[in-house]
């Protein structure tokens, strides 16, 4: 049984450390994930971009997957699967059809009025159906930008005031942070950070969390950090093996064997990330 987040999140919030949001882009990795985070013990989100839903051809492809999966591997943790940045109310709402448990709906791109607008319809929406939101505020920058810009960062007014006027269930507030790798050094705003959660009691969410040095991700965590998005790190170390699979065996040919190569390297990662983020409850 999938998940929404509330739950794992107002958890995290309470105890102190965050939950790792995954990102999924095929069978094999879901797996890998799955059966490490049950080992550790560990509640797991699962995350879909919009990408990577036409790579595994749509919502309801992903979504039975998911659940046979957790089925037939006995996983006992909680899991929830989530649409990442999703780009348009549509495309929440047919996540949300197709048995997403949570979704995120990134209006950042706009104003805030249309923002709050946006937001405001995909909550409605989730929420008659049991199904948590995640909004951004401010602009995460892309793998095209490498660092952050400053000017990008969200306000803490226009955070509170999407808290305030939407309903949402987290929130994901530009910081300093970027997706894919960074080209400088991450500069987070833990005094913004530590505001935005004292004015919206909400819990927060880090995008771009792959190449954040541990210091500054376990600072995060202590200034309302509750959910932490990984996906280059797991997608480097992966590239990794496998090329070096490849170089090593010339003949081989089978994909099961050439994408498993990657399989010790991403059940690490996935670990290391579990521990750093304490959602084991371990010190």
């Avoid at 790579?55 to 909680?78: C, D, H, Q, R, W």
């Avoid at 003949?251 to 690490?268: C, F, H, L, N």
Wanted: proline content about 3%; hydrophobic content about 40%.
């Amino acid at each position: 049984m999938l998940e929404n987040t509330k739950k794992m999140l107002e958890k995290a919030k309470t105890e102190g450390y965050a939950v790792p949001h995954f990102n999924i882009n095929n069978l094999e990795w879901t797996r890998f994930i799955l059966e490490t985070c049950e080992i550790e013990k560990s509640p797991v989100i699962l995350g879909v971009s919009e990408g990577a839903k036409k790579y595994m051809v749509g919502f309801s492809t992903v979504t039975e997957m998911v659940k046979a999966m957790v089925k037939e591997l006995n996983i006992t943790i909680p899991v929830a699967l989530h649409l990442d940045h999703g780009s348009s109310v549509e495309s929440c709402k047919e996540a949300i059809d197709a048995g997403f448990t949570s979704v995120m709906i990134d209006a950042s791109k706009y104003s805030v009025e249309e923002n709050v607008k946006m937001t405001r319809e995909v909550v409605m929406y989730a929420h008659e159906r049991n199904v948590t939101v995640e909004a951004e505020i401010g602009h995460v920058g892309g793998e095209e930008d490498g660092v952050a810009d400053e000017l990008a960062y969200a306000k803490v007014e226009d955070a509170a005031r999407l808290a305030k006027e939407t309903g949402i269930d987290s929130l994901a507030p530009a910081l300093g942070s970027v997706h894919g790798i960074y080209k400088g050094e991450p500069k987070l705003d833990f005094e913004r950070m530590k505001k935005i959660q004292e004015l919206t009691n909400l819990p927060l969410v880090l995008h771009g969390g792959s190449g954040i040095p541990d210091e500054l991700i376990k600072q995060s965590v202590i200034c309302g950090i509750c959910k932490l998005n990984i996906n280059t790190d797991l997608q480097l170390v992966w590239a990794k093996d496998v090329r070096k699979f490849l170089n090593e065996d010339q003949t081989v040919y089978d994909p099961r064997k050439i994408i498993k190569s990657g399989e010790q390297a991403i059940k690490d990662k996935v670990k290391e990330k579990i521990y750093l983020l304490n959602s084991n409850g371990r010190a």
